[in-house]
């Protein structure tokens, strides 16, 4: 299996981890961790699919999607951060509704 | 041979890592220890991306996703209540349920990777094909700036949006500051602060400059703006009242706006919306960056700070260093 397979694969498996943490855990802030595994996941397969073309240069399109992924991801996990602290804030709790104790 | 099979356990051992400390920052009971492995996660995805030959994604990764990311978190944490920090665990039923059904999940998400061919070439020939066209020689830059550079204007709007989303939910603490403000300043911050703040500009701006050629560009230069920014803010510098209005604000949105308004500029002659004439691609691509760093630099910086900095009084921002480049 060549390293462009083996990341790839790594990516997969990154990708359900954040998703089984995403579903799993009620805390908000867990909840952000996890969406950034699960894309982390997504650049992962991305990146390394684009290696796949031996000891030439890769493609460069995925790269800049990726980069421009990591930027929007820093946005929205910044914005889904103040959320939660909004969120803490009205509630005393950093949970979704369904998840608050009573 | 020898170097080969090195290289492939480098690369094993680099991926159980990566799934190790995922699985571990998800799972640790302590939200504090789970930020800590999720910033350690974010280097070793850096290492991740130099072995895939994408050292421009490394340098973005190390710099926002390792981070900017976990001073972020880090923040949001120490804004929390004490008292639910920690998580009560799930019941086995429902994990091992989950479990199975994504284990399903990656068994057909990796049949159908390992059924793609071993070898593509993608975009890469028509990205090298036309690489003298757009003005800079880093291919990376060239997608970014050029041909595909309506992702990166969204970009720069998404940053403003979550910015004005920030804005708009905090300040409604305005009794409680988001960082114990004291008049004592760690000593050592404050000189390590002193030293770095005036490198990481001037890496910024050589980031910024060696984009056209090599791995670097607006996102990470704007990335290391925003570390110096951060370490601003944490040390108790304030920015004085007349910049945290309108001063403020056109740092934000110039980056946007030049883009703008650089695509517009060749319409007139002939060109399609952000089609730049090739004879002067590679200035304008500077142009384009320099605005673009400078606004990408404080929006993240103003991100970590949570709220609108009052536009008199205690809270500030790495504004300074915007105005007088």
Known sequence: M??????????????????????LYKHLLRKILAINILGSGVFLVMVALADRIGDAVPDAVPHAMVITGIVVAVSATALALALMLRVNEETGQAVLPEDREA | MEEINVLLLFDVVLGLTLVWLAWQTLSSLDLFRAIVLFIAFGLLMALAWVRLD?????????????????????SALAQLSASQKNETKPSLFIRLTLGVLLFFLVIALAYTVLSLPTKAVGLSVEVAKNIELSGVSNPVTAVLLNYR???TLLELGVLLL???????????STNKSSFPKSSFVNPVLDLVTRLLVPIFILF????????????????QAGAVLAAAGVLVFLSDWYLPSKYSGF????????????????????????????????????????LIEAAATLSIGISLAALFLGREPATK????????TGVNK
Not at chain 2, 59 to 74: F, P, Y
Not at chain 2, 204 to 219: D, I, M, N, R, T
Not at chain 2, 258 to 264: E, Q
């Open chain 2, 149 to 151: 550079s309506y992702d």
């Open chain 2, 247 to 286: 001063a403020l604000r056109l740092v934000l949105v110039i980056g946007l706006v030049w883009f703008v308004s650089m695509g517009f500029s060749f319409v007139l002659l002939d060109n399609a919306f952000l089609e730049y004439p090739p004879e002067f691609a590679g200035g304008l691509i500077l």
């Open chain 2, 54 to 74: 994408a050292p421009d994604v490394a340098l973005a990764e190390a710099t926002i996703g390792a981070g900017l990311t976990g001073a972020l978190l880090l």
């Open chain 2, 162 to 172: 979550a910015l004005l989303g920030v804005w708009s939910l905090g300040g409604v």
């Open chain 2, 313 to 320: 009084s205690d809270s500030n921002i790495d504004i300074d």
């Open chain 1, 2 to 23: 060549t390293p462009a397979f083996l990341y790839a694969l790594v990516g997969i498996v990154l990708f359900s981890i954040g998703l089984y943490g995403l579903i």
């Open chain 2, 204 to 219: 910024s701006g050589y980031l910024l400059w060696v984009g056209a050629f090599a791995p670097g560009g607006a996102f």
